[in-house]
């Protein structure tokens, strides 16, 4: 079975400071790993994706994760928070191409001027 | 390229009455399309999997007679609440994948805020 948690359901950085979201997988077969962004009353943009190549995994604006499979996570990380990053941010895994997705409840971030 | 979209973005309709939402894949085509529901302050939960010519999986717990799924083309699947109820007031999102290239990530369609009165 496939599973992700997202510890802190929200999270506040100063302007400038680092931005770090905690993402933990549980899945019986090698995963693919994402994470999205949503603005209020918006649907899902991705940020980047795992799928077996690079275990740094860079996306758009400024986001990256690692992917660890001794610890079993998939935290995204930026070195600087922007107020514009003040968004719900959910994980999530898949088995693979046109398979379901399982989400983490989401982390709000809050970017603190 | 690879664009979901979904219509209408917000609906309101009264205790009772049907609403139908539309999720299409403009660029691509989707055997596969999955219909998600996300309440207030939560995440987004699976409801059904919408396959193209044939009938819906639906997750657990999820009523099939209540929430009609209709996948009639490559690029169109639709959702219909069936005698909706306030309970039924949610935020509603459809995702799919081209089948060629085949790609990993899901592409979202901008959800549909949903409001029974």
């Known amino acids: 079975a496939q599973s992700v948690t997202q510890l802190g359901s929200h999270v506040s950085v100063s302007e400038g400071a680092l931005v770090l979201l905690r993402c933990n997988y549980s899945?019986?077969?090698?995963?693919?790993l994402f994470w999205y962004v949503q603005y209020p009353n918006q649907g899902l943009q991705l940020l980047l994706k795992?799928?077996?190549?690079?275990?740094l995994v860079k996306g758009i604006n400024g986001f990256e994760a690692e992917f660890k499979k001794s610890e079993t996570s998939f935290h995204l990380t930026k070195p600087s928070a922007h107020m514009s990053d003040a968004a719900e941010y959910f994980c999530?895994?898949?088995?693979?191409?046109?398979?379901?997705?399982?989400f983490g409840t989401g982390t709000s971030l809050t970017v603190i001027p | 390229g690879a664009v979901v979209s979904q219509h209408p973005s917000r609906v309101i309709c009264k205790s009772g009455t049907s609403v139908k939402i539309e999720c299409r894949s403009l660029?691509?085509?989707?055997?596969?399309m999955f219909w998600y529901r996300q309440f207030p302050k939560q995440s987004l939960m699976l409801m059904a999997t919408?396959?193209?010519?044939?009938?819906?999986?639906?997750e657990q717990g999820v009523e099939k007679d209540k929430f009609l799924i209709n996948h009639a083309s490559l690029t169109l699947s639709t959702l219909t609440v069936t005698s909706a109820h306030p309970e039924d007031s949610s935020f509603y999102i459809c995702?799919?994948?081209?089948?060629?290239?085949?790609?990993?990530?899901?592409?979202f369609g901008q959800g549909t805020r949903l409001t029974v009165v």
């Open positions: 919408s396959n193209e010519g044939s009938k819906a999986t639906y």
């Open positions: 995702s799919a994948s081209p089948r060629t290239p085949r790609r990993s990530e899901a592409f």
């Open positions: 660029d691509f085509q989707a055997t596969t």
């Open positions: 795992y799928t077996s190549a690079a275990t």
């Open positions: 999530a895994v898949s088995l693979g191409t046109g398979n379901q997705f399982y």
């Open positions: 899945s019986s077969v090698p995963p693919y």
